[in-house]
């Protein structure tokens, strides 16, 4: 009888999958994944009821005509899985299968559900039952599935993340079992990391790189930094920060004491999360030169996504994060873990047991912070995560709700001294300037960084320092920045004339060193930041910061940027704290955080995210998603064929936009040939440019830019 149900239609063999195979190949992969946070025995079953509804005769001739036309079955198959879940579990997680193709339903919409399935169960419901339970007879099940004891005493914030987390190991281990019918491939997952080999691979690669790096006054110092973040690895599981000033050796300590933590407790994988692309190719390039080996499979994952490439269009393939060093974006970990489709939350049973480093973590936005920072605690007290929370401008987070009574573990246990020893820099404070007297100004320095709030300021800045100047800014390609922050670190290293303007991106990851550094007036943590491009190498006794506030300058336009700047004026200046003074920080982050706590309980916009948190207590998964949105969606984002690509680059992002553009499915390759090829501009630029011809549509909102394009500053702002 097995032989005549069948879960998907005829692979390229002519194999159709046998029922049975996928749903015993899809329990016990579900099994496997769920085993690390202790829902194992729930996740097998879930993935053994998940396609009993496909027993039913209507759906099996649905495939069958399917096969032939190349369409869909057309028939629902979930609710014999909702209804034989619902009566040895608790029906919450039930949802787990009613949206294990669209996505995890609403409690109240899914109580309906099991509701009707309970008052009456449809004809076609008991009968695909009975039919899967004589060939797979554990599908019916009478006791109980058993759950991690802390469930009982557990807040509602925690059951809604081990649903997510359920749910995850369901569609990762479905989508397996399926594309390994269709390859006619077995399954095959990488065996866990010996970390304690990647340790000690990154540790002699590190003495070597330092070796063959020229020597600065600050190794001593830095090295003593890293020697503290590999004690601190030995301390248990918990929450840490990493706070050290810029400069300060940040990547190498981060990943020291994730490394030696892992060994220390087991942890299967790394995952460093940064705020921007650029960051992670850099990073990445970084760990796979200290990581990979030599032969074999690459043991660093880069994993960028299609939310780096904006909203609304067919997501790309996802990946699910089988690696041990994983280095992705802070949007792609948490749009990720507070979605509530299988594309997007696939990944997610692979953070159970691992370290998570956020890197740059001041640029979490204010708005999600209180989600974000539930989740958090709930990783590390329930599934076994250790968070690394990295940064020189260390974010307040104890005095959010979120973190209360938590402890607070420091990699380095009193930073002040630390900061007092690295101080590179004296601050100028200049008011009533204008932009072309700024850029006057730094002019006169042979080496010299303008940074400046709007790409706006920026693109008049550089039209003033002239056209040998460097400009940065998110209007230019991905690849054009890095080319051009790849020319000025050779530059710089060669002695020669440098003058760069550029927008807040240069403030993150970049690792240049500038003898002096003008800040437009920003929150203190950016020019903070800024300072760390001067003199970062302590090379000088002193290098000078200009921070200026100028008549003609710009500043962004979000009410969060407003409002945290608000609580920054009169804290930070001339007769007040510099930037690097950590008790103003601290006072002033708190103050910051005081001041929109609750603020908006209505308003998602508001408070630090109360109302997201609120939506997760009532397990309304599709509201949380469609309201946690880190990607601002003011921007457009436009994929560029620039003039002076070689030819044979241009043919295969050509062809990849084609692709994308004709509806055919794209894999995750061609969101990596199409990164380097995009840049930013308002939507409403973005709008104008189609309306008038200059750019076309490529898929949902994703656009091909045919307009100018500047050989130095990108697609510039209109006049």
């Excluded at 994944?33 to 202790?38: H, I, L, N, R, S």
């Excluded at 690394?388 to 009574?405: D, H, K, R, V, Y």
Aim: aromatic fraction near 6%.
């Amino acid at each position: 009888m097995s032989d005549d149900l069948f879960g998907h239609s005829a692979n390229r063999r002519g194999q159709r999958h046998a029922l049975t195979d996928h749903l015993r190949g899809t329990a016990a992969l579900a099994r496997h994944f769920a085993d690390m946070f202790g829902t194992g025995e729930l996740a097998g079953y879930l993935g053994l009821v998940h396609d009993v509804g496909k027993g039913y005769c209507a759906w099996q001739q649905g495939l069958c005509r399917a096969e032939l036309t190349g369409g869909r079955v057309g028939v629902d198959h979930k609710a014999a899985g909702v209804y034989l879940a619902a009566r040895v579990m608790p029906w919450e997680f039930s949802g787990v299968i009613e949206g294990h193709h669209g996505g995890l339903p609403a409690k109240e919409d899914l109580r309906l559900v099991v509701r009707g399935l309970q008052k009456d169960l449809p004809a076609y419901v008991d009968e695909a039952i009975t039919k899967v339970s004589a060939v797979v007879p554990e599908v019916l099940r009478t006791a109980p599935v058993a759950l991690p004891g802390w469930v009982a005493d557990g807040s509602v914030a925690d059951l809604e993340l081990l649903i997510r987390m359920t749910y995850s190991a369901l569609v990762d281990a479905d989508f397996l079992d399926t594309a390994a019918h269709f390859s006619g491939r077995p399954v095959r997952l990488r065996a866990d990391a010996d970390m304690d080999a990647l340790a000690e691979r990154f540790e002699q690669r590190r003495k070597a790189s330092l070796a063959r790096r020229r020597s600065t006054p600050l190794d001593a110092v830095r090295e003593d930094i890293y020697q503290q973040a590999l004690l601190a690895g030995e301390g248990d599981p918990d929450i840490y920060r990493l706070h050290i000033p810029t400069g300060g050796g940040k990547t190498y300590a981060a990943a020291g004491f994730a490394l030696r933590h892992a060994q220390k407790h087991g942890h299967r994988r790394v995952i460093v999360a940064v705020p921007f692309v650029s960051i992670t190719e850099q990073n990445a390039a970084d760990y796979r030169r200290m990581l990979d080996p030599e032969r074999g499979l690459p043991d660093v994952l880069e994993h960028q996504s299609s939310a780096d490439l904006g909203h609304g269009w067919a997501r790309l393939a996802a990946e699910n994060w089988d690696a041990p060093f994983v280095i992705t974006t802070t949007v792609q970990l948490f749009e990720s873990l507070f979605a509530r489709t299988p594309s997007r939350m696939r990944k997610l049973h692979r953070l159970a047991g691992s370290v998570i480093v956020l890197d740059e973590v001041q640029a979490l936005p204010d708005h999600l912070l209180v989600p974000i920072l539930s989740a958090l605690r709930t990783l590390v007290e329930r599934f076994g995560v250790t968070v690394l929370l990295s940064s020189a401008t260390q974010p307040e987070f104890w005095a959010i709700s979120a973190f209360a009574g938590l402890p607070q573990r420091s990699v380095v246990d009193d930073p002040g001294p630390l900061f007092n020893t690295l101080r590179r820099v004296r601050y100028e404070w200049r008011r009533g300037v204008t932009l072309a007297g700024v850029a006057a100004d730094a002019a006169r320095h042979r080496q010299v960084l303008v940074i400046v709030n709007t790409t706006k300021d920026a693109n008049a800045v550089h039209r003033s320092l002239g056209h040998r100047a460097f400009h940065l800014s998110t209007r230019m390609t991905a690849g054009h920045r890095r080319e051009t922050i790849e020319k000025i670190r050779e530059q710089l290293a060669d002695g020669h004339d440098v003058q760069v303007v550029s927008t807040s991106l240069i403030e993150a990851g970049v690792d240049l060193d500038f003898p002096r550094v003008y800040r437009a007036w920003t929150l203190p943590e950016s020019i903070q930041q800024a300072a760390g491009r001067c003199n970062r190498n302590g090379r000088l006794p002193f290098g000078t910061t200009v921070v200026f506030s100028a008549t003609d300058a710009g500043q962004p336009f979000s009410d969060e940027y407003r409002r945290a700047l608000g609580e920054a004026r009169g804290r930070f200046g001339p007769r007040a704290a510099d930037p690097d003074d950590l008790g103003a920080l601290a006072a002033y982050y708190k103050a910051r955080y005081r001041s929109r706590a609750g603020a908006s309980t209505t308003d998602s916009t508001g408070g630090l995210g109360e109302p997201i948190e609120k939506l997760r207590t009532d397990l309304n998964f599709p509201a949380v998603a469609g309201e946690f949105q880190m990607i601002d969606d003011r921007m457009a984002t436009v994929v560029v064929l620039r003039p002076d690509l070689p030819p044979d680059e241009r043919e295969t992002v050509r062809a990849a936009v084609d692709l994308l553009r004709s509806g055919e499915p794209a894999g995750v390759e061609t969101l990596r040939i199409l990164q380097p090829h995009t840049a930013s501009i308002p939507r409403k630029e973005a709008d104008t440019a189609l309306l008038e011809g200059r750019a076309g549509t490529i898929a949902g909102e994703l656009i091909e830019w045919a307009g100018p394009y500047h050989p130095r500053r990108g697609i510039e702002p209109p006049a």
